[in-house]
């Protein structure tokens, strides 16, 4: 799917966010600056998230409470190793109530399980490319 701007990418993570269930893991895939944190912001949206949304680039985790939906958006970027995952209760976060979004999954490959969802973001320019996987 072709997203031309900012604004259709909020857009197109708000639809998402009306296929969403409890417990479901979702992995973004795509270069720095390709919109993953933009989609996730238009899912939380979506889901009725009014306040502000960070980029979990430095603490790696951001938690959400969206009536009494537990959200939790991670960027993996900047883990060092998979004692750090460990270390930060990933496994916690991962339970059959939380939704969980992953920004750079390949930081933690082998340690997370699969996927319900991948969503890739390929860069054309000012435009981008939109591809959702069910799995
Ligand atoms: N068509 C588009 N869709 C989404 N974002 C766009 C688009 N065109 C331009 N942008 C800009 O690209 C940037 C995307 O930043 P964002 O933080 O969402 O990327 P990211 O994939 O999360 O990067 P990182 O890997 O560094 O976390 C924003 O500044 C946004 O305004
Ligand atoms: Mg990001």
């Given at each position: 799917?072709?997203?031309?701007?900012?604004?259709?990418?909020?857009?197109?993570?708000?639809?998402?966010?009306?296929?969403?269930?409890?417990?479901?893991?979702?992995?973004?895939?795509?270069?720095?600056?390709?919109?993953?944190?933009?989609?996730?912001?238009?899912?939380?949206?979506?889901?009725?998230?009014?306040?502000?949304?960070?980029?979990?680039?430095?603490n790696l985790v951001?938690?959400?409470?969206?009536?009494?939906?537990?959200?939790?958006?991670f960027?993996l970027?900047?883990l060092?190793?998979?004692e750090e995952l460990e270390y930060m209760g990933m496994r916690d976060y991962?339970?059959?109530?939380?939704?969980?979004?992953?920004?750079?999954?390949?930081?933690g490959?082998?340690?997370?399980?699969?996927?319900?969802?991948?969503?890739?973001?390929?860069?054309?320019?000012?435009?981008?490319?939109?591809?959702?996987?069910?799995?």
């Amino acid at each position: 799917m072709n997203i031309k701007d900012e604004q259709a990418m909020l857009a197109a993570g708000a639809q998402l966010a009306l296929q969403l269930k409890p417990g479901m893991l979702i992995f973004l895939v795509g270069d720095l600056g390709a919109g993953k944190t933009t989609f996730v912001r238009g899912v939380l949206r979506g889901l009725g998230h009014t306040e502000s949304v960070k980029s979990p680039t430095y603490n790696l985790v951001e938690p959400y409470d969206i009536n009494n939906q537990p959200v939790f958006h991670f960027d993996l970027y900047r883990l060092m190793d998979s004692e750090e995952l460990e270390y930060m209760g990933m496994r916690d976060y991962l339970n059959d109530e939380a939704i969980c979004f992953i920004e750079w999954p390949d930081k933690g490959e082998g340690l997370l399980p699969e996927p319900d969802m991948q969503v890739q973001i390929l860069i054309k320019g000012t435009q981008r490319e939109l591809l959702v996987t069910t799995l």
